[in-house]
């Protein structure tokens, strides 16, 4: 079998403690767990194709019209409709990103050109980002924050790039998978603006149920709404996904409350870090980058601790960039001891 080349790889590190795949470190709501356990029996039949409830729930909860949402079995199911619909010749990714998108993009052919994010700028997505798009290029995929920067991008910054992509005919979808670690408001509400707008959202990190398989996409344009919902197979959201989804809409409180222990985490980690004189990118979702003067995978592997090396991000390679996603106050701690006696 080939390497692993994403976080969450816990099947080949038994026992270790997982700082590669960016959950949230509160685990998954008491409500969504007696909601799983309460519906059992309805697991017999066939989930509802069109995903009914939960499609109201998430058009309430965003305030728009239901037909502008599609369910799906995670972000990376919706990001593999829109190149199936959309069939795009050329597209552009800001790198370093989510692998995700050029292994979604290789599936229609499609030639990839890659915008590079400065180190300089702190890896921040820039208005270059819209003068590098031109006629030729059909998708441009971008990320808010941004995996592995942990990095927002900026209304105008975001507002530019899409005028710009509507002049020449391009769609751009929007990553917001870690939007809700964040203070920053979602962009689902440009998307009437801006018909040529795909915002995809996940359940999955948040309220901890990456193994069922959950998010969503929206899209005022109806019309390819119509060929995002054709390219999925049948079935593609789980009766379980759904009742999740549901019961996890059903406590906002819940978001609130991760969101405000992931930031104070977070900033302890930050700080942590740098202390041992690591380079740290100044992410605002629940997991963060850094860059060490030494290898690091291996050590902290042997101490039973797992992390993401970054090396196959497109412009990280080589660079001894790690990231770790935020975790409980011991888990952090138990990181920053570890990493302590390797630098040591």
Known sequence: MGRFEHGGDIYSHPGAVDFSANINP???????????????????????????????????????????ILCTAGATD????????????????????????????????????????REENGFLVTADLADDLDKGIDLVFVASPNN?????????????LLDRARSL????VLDESFIDFTEVPSAASLTDAYPNLLVMKSFTKMYAIAGLRLGYGICAELLLMRRLRAAGQAWAVSTPAQVAGLAALSDPGFARRARAFVGSERERLAGGLAGYGLEVVPGEANYLMFRSPVPLYE??????????????YHGLEGGLWYRVAVRTHEENDLLLVGLGEVLA
């Not at 370093?96 to 994010?117: F, I, K, M, N, T």
């Not at 592995?148 to 530019?160: E, H, N, Y």
């Not at 005919?169 to 751009?172: I, L, P, S, T, Y």
């Not at 050590?299 to 196959?312: D, H, K, P, S, T």
């Open 148 to 160: 592995p920067t942990g990095r927002t991008v900026a209304r105008p910054v975001l507002t530019s």
């Open 26 to 68: 509160l685990g998954m709501p008491d409500a969504v767990r007696a909601a799983l356990v309460g519906s059992v029996d309805a697991y017999a039949a066939y989930p509802d194709p069109s995903c009914r409830e939960l499609t109201q729930a998430i058009a309430e909860r965003e305030g728009l019209p239901v037909d502008h």
């Open 78 to 117: 919706f990001m593999t409709r829109a190149c199936l619909a959309l069939r795009p010749r050329r597209a552009l990714v800001a790198a370093p990103c989510y692998a995700g998108y050029e292994q979604a993009l290789s599936q229609v052919g499609a030639d990839v050109r890659r915008h590079a994010l």
């Open 169 to 172: 005919g391009a769609a751009v």
């Open 299 to 312: 050590a902290l592997l042997a101490r039973g601790i797992l992390v993401r090396r970054c090396e196959n």
